[in-house]
């Protein structure tokens, strides 16, 4: 497994794996374009791979402009190998090297991503978009989690 920053070289297998997940899937793939990736990774902010054998299996991409989580994934076969905890601490670590702002995101309720970022100390703090849970990190709050690590 190698982790890395994320490059526009990697895009189309970032959609790749942004459309294999089962959960928060999007209702038309369309909506997430080539361009919205890019400008996410190079101008809002950040993202970073995991690879596996050359092949992208999950991501993550932070954006300082809205401080939230613009995108974390990972392929459904390659769930619950720590992925995802890798690519989200590493995204927030360098999130709060760049902004003492809260971060936030929000994700479908009753979902394995509602579980991880509670597990992972993030508050419940309302709704967002269609129902989704939303949900906030301090940096306080990172540095205390990611200290007891």
């Excluded at 990697?10 to 919205?36: F, W």
């Excluded at 974390?72 to 902004?99: A, N």
Aim: charged share 30%; glycine share 8%; with cysteine.
């Amino acid at each position: 497994m190698i982790f890395r920053e994320a490059n526009i070289d990697d895009i189309p297998q970032i959609q790749l794996v942004r459309n294999s997940v089962k959960e928060n899937r999007l209702s038309n793939p369309g909506l997430v374009t080539n361009k919205d990736c890019e400008e996410y990774m190079t101008r809002r902010g950040k993202g970073w791979v995991c690879e596996i054998n050359n092949c992208i299996v999950g991501f993550s991409i932070a954006d300082l402009q809205d401080h939230n989580v613009w995108a974390l994934f990972v392929e459904p076969q390659f769930e619950g190998k720590g992925i995802g905890r890798k690519l989200h601490d590493k995204m927030l670590d360098w999130y709060f090297t760049q902004s003492d702002n809260n971060i936030w995101l929000g994700t479908a309720p009753n979902t394995r991503a509602e579980a991880f970022y509670r597990n992972a100390g993030w508050r419940e703090i309302g709704t967002h978009g269609k129902g989704e849970i939303k949900f906030e990190l301090s940096f306080k709050e990172w540095k205390i989690r990611s200290d007891t690590q």
